[in-house]
């Protein structure tokens, strides 16, 4: 059952009616056997094996460790619930990758591959609820964290299932006291949230799906496509992106406030970013702050580290002797950035190595930078500057994503090939052939709105309470327009949400 479908809008209905008419001292209960049943239409139910093992082994291993006074047993049950969790996702998600890299190696040496690829069927969201439960234990561990003894509460942070999908990654301290609060209906509470959803069906159906038809047809074809639509795809495939996973996230955070709950948000408007390292703390928020927080800051702490940092003074001098720990450590964090999302070299070099390389660049060159921007006595707050910055932060991440679009590293210095080189092959008419001028001057319309309703929400209005205190002709012709498009949309619509695979 996909989170776009007519079936999870009645599925919603019956849910948010008996969670109101049912007594406020169940309501825990009734959202932890809705989860397990959205989990089941949504995906196979017998991977909820995998979801209950590392539900069960996390709630286990935070009470022994909250228990036990002998620091060497605690840190022993960190590592085996850690190993148990990170080798189950691993194979889960990693075997057939694992595989292919130990083959290619043999290979390198005159020997036969060994093993056979075989088809393990993930649970849903195994990669985001993997990060939830494991920061939750170490929070625990560092003694920053509340231990929850309930086993049916903890059961339901594992898998409240607005997040099952696609996120966010929370945190067990900052939902703990929204997921268990008793909820009365709020008619102000409710709306906001059913607005929330309908944008969120508006841009994924509406502009990501249609997106998707152009993007999907040039990298389908780009050996005879122009170099135009070359990077029509490339760019396109940015706006697409967001548009599926941002408007994932607001049908997700929307269906959480119609039940009350608050969950961390996820995006704040990435693409007025100036810098590639303001975007991606605007961008899949919650994956960036758990990586920093629960990966890059303990690297930075160990002992190691220390020792490294020290080394790196007495050899290259304070500044390097700075930078170099630093560096390392970001090293790591955009590597793990890369694996996560997904099991191939192409997630690693084009989500990590490139953002990691073009982030340590520009903190290398900011000093130079800022001294040639005075000397061209460039005004930093000046528009077209800022317009400047935020262009070239989009191209540097849309380069970025033709790795995460490609089938394959080979792909991928193809369509860069194809980008500086076709001249003389297909253009314009191949996408208003493919996409239909009804379509495309709906895309056209609809585009526009999300970048109204962005700008909007960058300079911090909240288009919902704005539309809401506008009068009744105005509010009844936005809902009007925002749900016909979305109903014109539907048939071009069953693209599933990118980072659902994840």
């Known amino acids: 059952m996909s989170i776009t479908s007519f079936s999870y809008l009645g599925f919603l209905a019956v849910v948010f009616t008996l969670y109101y008419l ?35 082994s996390v709630y286990c291993a935070a009470r022994m460790i909250h228990r036990s006074l002998d620091a060497r047993r605690s840190k022993w049950i960190l590592t ?37 690829s075989v088809q393990i069927i993930a649970s849903l969201g195994v990669s985001y609820y993997t990060l939830q439960l494991v920061g939750y234990l170490l929070d625990c561990y560092w003694k920053v964290g509340i231990v929850q003894e309930n086993l049916v509460k903890f059961a339901l942070f594992s898998c409240y299932f607005p997040q099952m999908t696609s996120g966010p990654i ?73 548009a599926d996973f941002s408007g994932c996230m607001d049908i997700i955070l929307g269906t959480s406030e119609c039940l009350g709950i608050t969950l ?54 304070r500044k390097w002797g700075k930078r170099i720990p630093t560096y390392l450590g970001m090293l790591i964090l955009w590597l793990s950035m890369g694996l996560w999302h997904g099991s191939g070299w192409k997630f690693i070099i084009g989500e990590g190595l490139w953002f990691w390389a073009v982030i340590i660049t520009g903190n290398m060159c900011s000093k130079s930078l800022q001294k040639l921007v005075q000397k061209l006595r460039i005004n930093p707050k000046n528009l077209l500057w800022i ?27 193809a369509v860069l090939r194809a980008g500086v080189t076709h001249f003389s092959q297909r253009g314009f008419s191949q996408v208003r052939g493919d996409l239909g001028m ?65």
């Not at 268990?180 to 944008?199: P, S």
């Not at 317009?387 to 995460?404: E, K």
Request: charged share 15%.
């Open 80 to 116: 085996g619930t850690l190993f148990l969790n990170f080798g189950l996702l691993a194979v889960l998600k990693y075997y057939g990758f694992i595989l292919w890299n130990v083959n290619a190696v043999r290979g390198w040496f005159g020997q036969d591959a060994v093993g056979h």
């Open 387 to 413: 317009t400047f910055q935020r262009l070239r932060t989009f191209l540097i991440f849309s380069l970025g994503l033709i790795c995460f679009r490609a089938a394959d590293m080979g792909e991928v210095f």
């Open 22 to 56: 049912i007594r406020p001292k169940w309501q825990s209960g009734y959202l932890l056997l809705v989860s397990l049943v959205f989990y089941c239409l949504a995906g196979k139910w017998y991977t909820l094996l995998y979801l209950a093992v590392s539900t069960v």
């Open 438 to 502: 009804t379509n495309l001057i709906m895309l056209c319309v609809a585009f526009i709105v999300l970048v109204i309703v962005e700008a909007m929400q960058n300079y911090g209005t909240d288009v919902f309470v704005w539309i809401t205190g506008r009068g009744v002709v105005v509010r009844w012709i936005v809902y009007l327009f925002v749900c016909g498009m979305i109903l014109l949309s539907v048939s071009i619509s069953g693209q599933s949400f990118i980072y659902a695979g994840f």
């Open 264 to 317: 961390p948000e996820n995006f704040r408007n990435p693409f007025f970013s100036t810098t590639i390292q303001e975007f991606w703390q605007r961008w899949h928020i919650t994956l960036g702050t758990w990586l920093k927080d629960y990966i890059m800051d303990p690297v930075l702490k160990s002992e190691t580290w220390i020792r490294l940092g020290e080394n790196s003074r007495k050899r290259f001098g």
């Open 170 to 242: 929370s945190r067990y301290k900052q939902i703990q006291a929204s997921l268990y609060a008793t909820h009365a209906f709020d008619y102000g509470v409710v709306t906001h949230g059913l607005k929330r959803i309908a944008w969120g069906l508006f841009k994924k159906i509406v502009v990501a799906d249609r997106i998707g038809l152009i993007v999907n047809s040039i990298y389908g074809n780009y050996e005879s496509s122009h170099i135009i639509l070359i990077w029509m795809a490339v760019f396109g495939f940015s706006i697409q992106l967001y």
